[in-house]
Nanobody, 124 residues
Framework: QLQLVESGGGLVQPGGSLRLFCAASGFSLERYNLGWFRQSPWKEREGVACIRSSGAIKVYVASVKGRFTISRDNAKNTVYLQKNSLKPDDTAVYYC?????????????????WGKGTQVTVSS
């Protein structure tokens, strides 16, 4: 059974950093594009970052460019999201997703497998 499990969320002060992890089981992530999405009670689900199966292409939503970095380790079957200079607006449940389109996108419908999410709260 395909499964994605996120971890690394928590409470952090504004300006702080967190690193999110998403580990896959039941399948290899090697041929999948991977994306990170987030959703808060006051916003629609938003694509944050995505990375091509090879790792050669990365796409970010404008609001996180220069602050967040997506990366992957296919040998460990894991994708990461390094989040720096965090702001209260970054507060959300963060989900990772896997999809098989030719190019990675920030469109949720382009992903087939989803994790259950990890809560990130940015507050002083």
């Amino acid at each position: 059974q395909l499964q994605l499990v996120e971890s690394g969320g928590g409470l952090v002060q504004p300006g702080g950093s967190l690193r999110l992890f998403c580990a896959a089981s039941g399948f290899s992530l090697e041929r999948y594009n991977l994306g990170w999405f987030r959703q808060s009670p006051w916003k629609e689900r938003e694509g944050v970052a995505c990375i091509r199966s090879s790792g050669a292409i990365k796409v970010y939503v404008a609001s996180v460019k220069g602050r967040f970095t997506i990366s992957r380790d296919n040998a460990k079957n894991t994708v990461y999201l390094q989040k720096n200079s965090l702001k209260p607006d970054d507060t959300a449940v963060y989900y990772c997703a896997a999809g098989r389109r030719i190019l990675p996108t920030l469109v949720a419908d382009h992903y087939n497998s989803w994790g259950k999410g990890t809560q990130v709260t940015v507050s002083s």
